[in-house]
RNA sequence: UGGGCCGUGGUGCAAUUGGUAGCACGUCUGACUCUGGAUCAGAAGGUUCAAGGUUCGAGUCCUUGCGGCCCAGCCA
């Protein structure tokens, strides 16, 4: 069990709580998830998902007003988004572990309330129809240093405003041929100011409310009014729209409706990993990954599909906090918290991914016993389970050296090992192909120790894990490493991008490796430790024939560790 | 060179709002162990971006620099 269940607090946090003090709301405190329905949602959206969800829990009993997160999709760019995101959306918010009840609200669905309030700015001479192309209103904006210039409709009497947009929602104009922009100020220093396009003429067909519309909102048109109509109070979102906050103030001061407080938090960057939609969809749509839930992807269903359970997220959510600053999270933090779920509730089961063949000579030959074997250290009440034990086994690959180096511990000639749950035994004898290649191993073991424990007290240095040869079930198993092979994928010289920096080696494919019986059927999805090797996931690839296993994460391995630092001595 | 936001060990976060820098990850030791896992104990690592100033006292306040991120989509 985690020592600290309690979520400690952070400048958001404060803010509200601050605000149920003063009762600034009236009691209440309403959050909101609003994604864009464009591509599949990744860990970065799991902070936001458990920063929006989480105030609304933490809240709960605080809030006499009351306190609710929304699910609201920022649907308002029909020729990005489609249905199949908005269904992944919702499951991979439940699968995290939130609940949005009744609160399921799509912008799209807003957009009569809109058209009226656009009018209402017309009509009040805060908005103009604009006869300006893209490029040309790009020349009229200025640049950074310089102010705009005013468009040449920019003073349009509301009549003709009125009658023109009218038209524009009508149809009778061709895409991008004119646009709805907010009469502001061309020459503010923030270019958001800058009478910004409300309406864009755009002919697509909206995966949610299909071909009523043949005008679109813009995004900073659609966001602040959408919270304002849901009596948001905390309107949570990143940095990079801490510019756009006195366009939304603009509008709702404009309107003179319900205006909520927008708070903006740094959003999450993990290290050998890319975190935008946009990179995600190109490795996606370029075939660099398998699809949006490769297992080597940041997505939920990515990670999903991995073995990372929701717990582990939820956690590394919680640790790593949030605040105004740019930061890269490093992703040995995620992993920690992912084993630090996995060891307290994984199954432990053994499997051998690189199989040697192992004879135990003085083993009667075709007898085959059960040993009880352990399911979780961890959890006392997970039980034990039978495993097979017979003359031929199966034991890693790495877990013998002819010759082996200083601070291996494992089987050599002449050296006597434990094998988990079974016998010790001995290596007597090697035997190599024509290439000088270990093929098998010749063992005695000593029947005294059965279960692995030897009556006289000796002790060996290391338990191996194994499985009996003619029992084990032959598995499919994929590892993977980063997706990455730098830290700083963006990190590129110039003419390159952060492609360059994939990692060509991020997936292999062990065809053939094998898993105790006890495996057999094992339901996609569902989560084992392979002792001494890591935790593994049962792909949904598995078929009744063969199953297929992902490996989540590595255990802490020392020896890889202690091997590496002597590889690199001269 | 306009505006906005932000700088605390390698990394991520704290510091009772002015009281003498703490936690986690990572790294390195050691103990224990039927997973070289887990667990436990310990160590190394910070002139709090810099320089001035206010103060008995500054990571917290002031000034000036420096550095980073964001903004010139009819994307979100």
């Given at each position: ?20 003090r ?28 458990c ?14 007003g ?11 760019n ?8 908005i ?9 995290l ?35 300006l ?17 005013d ?12 009658d ?30 800058r ?23 813009t ?24 510019n ?10 404009a ?12 959003r ?22 398998r ?19 929701p ?39 053994m ?56 601070k ?18 001995t290596c007597?004898s ?12 010749h063992?005695?073991y ?6 692995g ?27 993977y ?18 492609k ?5 080696n ?17 339901a996609?999805?569902?989560?084992y430790q392979f ?33 590496k630092s002597?590889?690199?001595l001269?």
């Amino acid at each position: 069990m985690s020592d600290d269940n309690r979520q400690a607090s952070d400048f958001v946090r404060d803010i509200v709580a601050e605000d149920l003090r003063t009762n600034k709301w009236d009691g209440r405190v309403i959050t909101r998830f609003p994604p864009e329905p464009n591509g599949y949602l990744h860990i970065g959206h799991a902070k936001s998902i458990c920063l929006n969800f989480g105030i609304a829990e933490e809240f709960r009993d605080k809030a006499p007003g009351g306190a609710q997160c929304h699910l609201r999709y920022d649907d308002t760019n029909p020729t990005k988004e489609e249905q199949e995101y908005i269904d992944s959306i919702k499951a991979d918010v439940r699968w995290l572990g939130f609940d949005w009840g009744e609160h399921e609200y799509y912008a799209s669905e807003y957009f009569d309330q809109l058209y009226e309030w656009a009018v209402q700015l017309i009509q009040a001479g805060k908005a103009y129809v604009c006869d300006l192309d893209g490029d040309q209103v790009r020349e009229h904006r200025g640049t950074l240093t310089q102010p705009g210039k005013d468009s040449p409709y920019r003073n349009r009497s509301v009549k003709e405003n009125l009658d023109l947009f009218e038209r524009m929602r009508a149809g009778e104009f061709p895409d991008g041929s004119r646009t709805l922009r907010a009469r502001i100020d061309m020459a503010s220093p923030n270019l958001n100011m800058r009478d910004p396009v409300m309406y864009r003429i755009m002919r697509a067909v909206h995966p949610h409310v299909g071909d009523k519309w043949c005008i679109y909102p813009t995004y900073d048109w659609t966001h602040g009014q959408s919270d304002s109509i849901e009596r948001i109070t905390h309107s949570i979102c990143t940095l990079e729209f801490e510019n756009h906050r006195p366009l939304y103030d603009w509008f709702c001061d404009a309107l003179g409706i319900y205006h909520p407080q927008q708070i903006e938090f740094a959003r999450l960057n993990l290290t050998y990993t890319v975190m935008s939609k946009r990179k995600l969809l190109e490795l996606v749509k370029g075939g660099h990954v398998r699809g949006w839930d490769d297992p080597r992807m940041p997505t939920l269903c990515g990670l999903r599909r991995r073995g990372y359970s929701p717990e582990a997220i939820r956690n590394f959510c919680k640790v790593i906090g949030v605040n105004k600053y740019e930061s890269t999270i490093d992703i040995a933090l995620l992993e920690h918290c992912l084993r630090e779920h996995l060891n307290r509730t994984s199954p432990r089961v053994m499997a051998v991914l690189r199989p040697l063949k192992v004879i135990i000579d003085n083993y009667p030959e075709g007898q085959t016993e059960m040993l009880e074997a352990i399911n979780n250290p961890e959890d006392p009440s997970a039980g034990t389970r039978q495993v097979p034990f017979s003359r031929v086994l199966y034991i890693e690959q790495d877990d013998f050296r002819e010759d082996p180096p200083r601070k291996f511990f494992r089987l050599a000639p002449g050296r006597e090992v434990r094998l988990r749950y079974a016998y010790y035994i001995t290596c007597t004898s090697v035997v190599k192909d024509e290439a000088g290649n270990v093929t098998e191993l010749h063992c005695t073991y000593d029947p005294a120790t059965r279960g692995g424990d030897s009556p006289d007290g000796r002790k060996v240095k290391v338990t191996l894990h194994w499985v009996a040869a003619d029992q084990a079930l032959p598995v499919e198993v994929r590892l993977y490493d980063n997706l990455f092979t730098v830290p700083d994928p963006d990190d590129v010289p110039p003419g390159m991008d952060y492609k360059n920096n994939l990692n060509l080696n991020s997936l292999e494919v062990v065809p053939q490796a094998w898993v105790e019986p006890s495996l057999k059927g094992a339901a996609p999805l569902s989560r084992y430790q392979f002792e001494r090797l890591g935790y593994f996931c049962v792909d949904p690839d598995s078929t009744p024939e063969k199953t297929v296993f992902n490996r989540t994460v590595t255990l802490k391995d020392s020896w890889a560790k202690i091997e590496k630092s002597q590889s690199q001595l001269p």
